[in-house]
């Protein structure tokens, strides 16, 4: 474990601290790109990154390409490292399976964690997402040595998570040594769902803009509407679910359509995709509305879209806002919990409407439409949502955390 020495001599001379990330997936969508960005940018840094993911399926997920390459990958149902040649057990936990509604394979990814933390012993543990973050809680609790400095990272509103894992956060989060979350507004919902004292509690926006983005919105989308200039074009992107609320959306953009020539695009895939579809026919929309499911490039998208809309009814932050933002495309959004007036500032930035306010959300539609944002004001927005400047402050983060470890065991 790096001691209060070795920390000072990390801030002033680059001695890189080893740092492990721990996801479900490369599967999903804005919390997973942003560890892999938050991973990068730590590199970038000096510092030595490894990542744990639960899934063999993952290494084809559609996010391996942001993967660094300079990372080390500890796959759970893959062939070991060889430093982690050891079977992976069963461990009954003194009952927890049943205690707190687990399944069993939560209790697996906690051991293969726990092995980790035995063999590496990494300066500090960062797991992002409900499975992740409640497994290495777990395995904190049964290491053979001092654990590292566990920090999960809050992505969602823990309002509108399920009591089950809201009741597994009750019992772990007091016992991590402090957590990360990517508003404020998640912020004060771990306060006030589980109790936890904010001085536990950390806010750092998730990392956003980067080069990548930039680039990549340059290139051609593989859509014809938006390589038309005639017709002007709504973009909405997210998985086809319940939270994002693309009914409303539908109906919004119905009455838009009534009074001028415009199309809607919503890009991403999901379980509500026949729901929407129909919904579509029912309001004889089908010639203006596309649903071209996942697509590779969602910024090419941006940059030539009229307008973006975020719909949803709760958010953790919001990445796709600020990606949005990135590529110069106005915004309108709904005013849901949370994330969205943090990012466009109460209204500065983007215009805000009450969640599932039909009338609201076409009247802000069609204003922008009319009016829309400076392009160069959005982008130096979305700037301050950059890697380098999450980066800095999670190594600042951590940095603190292993400080006052140090200091706690020194007393």
């Not at 543990?125 to 590292?148: H, N």
């Not at 980067?210 to 509407?225: G, N, R």
């Not at 306010?357 to 009319?370: G, I, K, N, Q």
Request: net charge neutral; hydrophobic share 45%.
């Amino acid at each position: 474990m790096v001691g209060f020495v070795d920390i000072m001599i990390s801030d002033k001379a680059g001695m890189p601290l080893r740092i492990a990330f721990v996801i479900p997936s490369f599967y999903g969508g804005g919390a997973e790109r942003s560890v892999l960005r938050l991973a990068k940018g730590l590199i970038d840094r000096g510092h030595s990154v490894d990542i744990l993911v639960f899934s063999q399926e993952s290494q084809d997920g559609h996010l391996t390409y942001l993967i660094p390459s300079e990372a080390n990958l500890f796959v759970f149902d893959n062939p070991l490292p060889l430093v982690l040649q050891e079977k992976i057990k069963i461990v009954k936990y003194f009952g927890l399976r049943i205690t707190l509604f687990l399944k069993g394979e939560l209790l697996d990814y906690a051991e293969f964690i726990r092995i980790y933390i035995d063999k590496i012993n990494p300066d500090c543990i960062l797991p992002s997402l409900e499975k992740a973050k409640s497994a290495a809680c777990m395995a904190s609790i049964f290491t053979k040595f001092k654990p590292p400095l566990i920090i999960p990272i809050i992505h969602n509103n823990l309002a509108n998570r399920k009591w089950k894992w809201k009741s597994l956060y009750s019992i772990l989060f007091p016992s991590v040594d402090h957590v990360v979350t990517v508003s404020d507004g998640v912020a004060d919902s771990v306060v006030s769902e589980i109790g936890l004292s904010p001085e536990k509690i950390t806010r750092i926006y998730n990392p956003v803009f980067s080069e990548e983005i930039e680039d990549l919105a340059k290139t051609v989308p593989d859509h014809p509407w938006l390589n038309e200039d005639e017709v002007p074009v709504i973009l909405a992107a997210g998985r086809l679910a319940r939270v994002k609320d693309f009914p409303t959306l539908l109906h919004a953009f119905e009455r838009v359509a009534k009074n001028r020539k415009v199309r809607l695009i919503i890009i991403g895939e999901g379980s509500w995709r026949k729901r929407l579809e129909k919904m579509v026919k029912k309001l004889n929309i089908e010639s203006a509305v596309s649903l071209p499911g996942w697509v590779p490039n969602p910024y090419a998208y941006m940059s030539r879209a009229s307008l973006f809309v975020l719909s949803s009814r709760y958010e953790g932050l919001a990445n796709v806002l600020i990606e949005a933002l990135a590529c110069g495309c106005p915004c309108v959004s709904t005013d849901c919990p949370s994330g969205p007036a943090e990012i466009l500032d109460d209204g500065r930035f983007g215009l805000l409407v009450p969640v599932g306010d039909v009338p609201a959300l076409s009247t802000a539609m069609e204003r922008l439409l009319d009016y829309p944002s400076n392009k160069d004001i959005l982008v130096a927005r979305a700037k301050e949502f950059s890697v380098e400047a999450a980066a800095e402050q999670y190594e600042r983060a951590i940095a603190d955390q292993l400080y006052c470890r140090h200091e706690k065991h020194a007393i």
